[in-house]
């Protein structure tokens, strides 16, 4: 996270230009390079000190809606019997579950106003809510359209009333283990969130480092991809930092792949069709350190800009 092309460039010399820590420092010019990639972005930081809210940016919980909408619910897929030959052994439990239409989980609520102009910079609504849906079951092996579902939501707050959740997702939650050993989060603490401006550079894996002639061949140096990732992680050497999980929350921008950049094999076209809308990590989400990975929420940048959140793809992805 950087405040300003100062503060970034600062950061970068300090780190990537040592001898010490690089054995080749890296030089002006592919500073100056990586620092044309860098671009605005939004962390959804915790809300520490604001109350508990119905409305507002938050996470978990319960969705704000209109009167006239219902909790949004997972279709089964219309190629279920083709997925069933891929579900079989350890995954038999997914297709248990995708076999049934199913509420999505309630993940993220972000109230757009919140942004300021930045959220106009970066080609999203000025005005209203994004509701994020998502099926954490059938969303672990497939990022189709049916497995998420966004909601962009204009309704004045003062019309908006808290939805019920779900009674079988409480029933789902319980009934994943019985010993209460091992947790599949269906319902996610619920928390007051806010929309922080920052600066933030593409990590090695995102396509923009990957398609940059001159810094390709650096993002495949293990030494530079070490320090250039700890940089960015905000992390002193080799050691994690506890908040790790909540600097990921994250809205635009680019993502920070756990493995492959996300937007790679997310049909029709390409990467470069593709804009990273949200990125959640799912453990601090959850408040449960045994939660692993990261959802990724895509759109079509054709669709952003004509504001149809229809098609949004959920990438899952672990370590």
Same mark, same amino acid.
């Given at each position: 996270?950087?405040?300003?092309?100062?503060?970034?460039?600062?950061?970068?010399?300090?780190?990537?230009?040592?001898?010490?820590?690089?054995?080749?420092?890296?030089?002006?010019?592919?500073?100056?390079?990586?620092?044309?990639?860098?671009?605005?972005?939004?962390?959804?930081?915790?809300?520490?000190?604001?109350?508990?809210?119905?409305?507002?940016?938050?996470?978990?919980?319960?969705?704000?809606?209109?009167?006239?909408?219902?909790?949004?619910?997972?279709?089964?897929?219309?190629?279920?019997?083709?997925?069933?030959?891929?579900?079989?052994?350890?995954?038999?439990?997914?297709?248990?579950?995708?076999?049934?239409?199913?509420? $999505?989980?309630?993940?993220?609520?972000?109230?757009?106003? &919140?942004?300021?102009?930045?959220?106009?910079?970066?080609?999203?609504?000025?005005?209203?809510?994004?509701?994020?849906?998502?099926?954490?079951?059938?969303?672990?092996?497939?990022?189709?359209?049916?497995?998420?579902?966004?909601?962009?939501?204009?309704?004045?707050?003062? &019309?908006?009333?808290?939805?019920?959740?779900?009674?079988?997702?409480? &029933?789902? &939650?319980?009934?994943?283990?019985?010993?209460?050993?091992?947790?599949?989060?269906?319902?996610?603490?619920?928390?007051?969130?806010?929309?922080?401006?920052?600066?933030?550079?593409?990590?090695?894996?995102?396509?923009?480092?990957?398609?940059?002639?001159?810094?390709?061949?650096?993002?495949?140096?293990?030494?530079?991809?070490?320090? $250039?990732?700890?940089?960015?992680?905000?992390?002193?050497?080799?050691?994690?930092?506890?908040?790790?999980?909540?600097?990921?929350?994250?809205?635009?921008?680019?993502?920070?792949?756990?493995?492959?950049?996300?937007?790679?094999?997310?049909?029709?076209?390409?990467?470069?069709?593709?804009?990273?809308?949200?990125?959640?990590?799912?453990?601090?989400?959850?408040?449960?350190?045994?939660?692993?990975?990261?959802?990724?929420?895509?759109?079509?940048?054709?669709?952003?800009?004509?504001?149809?959140?229809?098609?949004?793809?959920?990438? $899952?992805?672990?370590?």
């Amino acid at each position: 996270m950087f405040s300003s092309l100062t503060d970034a460039r600062q950061q970068l010399v300090e780190v990537l230009t040592d001898p010490e820590a690089l054995e080749s420092p890296l030089t002006t010019v592919e500073i100056e390079q990586i620092l044309s990639h860098l671009a605005p972005q939004l962390w959804i930081a915790p809300g520490d000190g604001l109350p508990e809210r119905e409305t507002g940016t938050r996470f978990g919980g319960a969705p704000a809606l209109p009167p006239d909408v219902d909790w949004p619910i997972r279709p089964v897929p219309a190629d279920l019997a083709a997925r069933a030959q891929d579900l079989v052994g350890n995954q038999s439990w997914i297709l248990r579950h995708i076999e049934r239409a199913l509420p $999505y989980e309630f993940l993220a609520q972000i109230e757009l106003a &919140e942004a300021g102009p930045v959220a106009a910079e970066l080609g999203l609504p000025a005005s209203g809510r994004l509701l994020f849906f998502w099926d954490g079951v059938g969303g672990l092996t497939s990022s189709e359209p049916e497995f998420a579902r966004v909601l962009w939501d204009e309704t004045p707050r003062d &019309e908006l009333a808290q939805a019920a959740i779900p009674p079988v997702l409480e &029933e789902l &939650e319980r009934a994943y283990d019985l010993t209460g050993k091992y947790k599949k989060p269906y319902i996610y603490p619920s928390r007051p969130m806010r929309l922080q401006p920052i600066l933030h550079l593409p990590f090695c894996g995102a396509r923009e480092m990957l398609d940059d002639p001159l810094l390709s061949m650096r993002a495949e140096d293990f030494d530079f991809h070490c320090c $250039y990732h700890q940089l960015l992680r905000g992390e002193d050497g080799m050691t994690g930092r506890e908040d790790a999980g909540q600097r990921r929350h994250r809205l635009m921008g680019t993502p920070e792949p756990e493995q492959d950049d996300p937007r790679f094999g997310v049909e029709p076209n390409g990467p470069a069709d593709w804009q990273l809308l949200l990125q959640l990590d799912l453990g601090d989400l959850a408040q449960n350190s045994l939660v692993e990975g990261t959802v990724y929420f895509l759109i079509a940048r054709e669709h952003l800009a004509a504001r149809d959140f229809s098609s949004v793809r959920a990438v $899952y992805s672990q370590t």
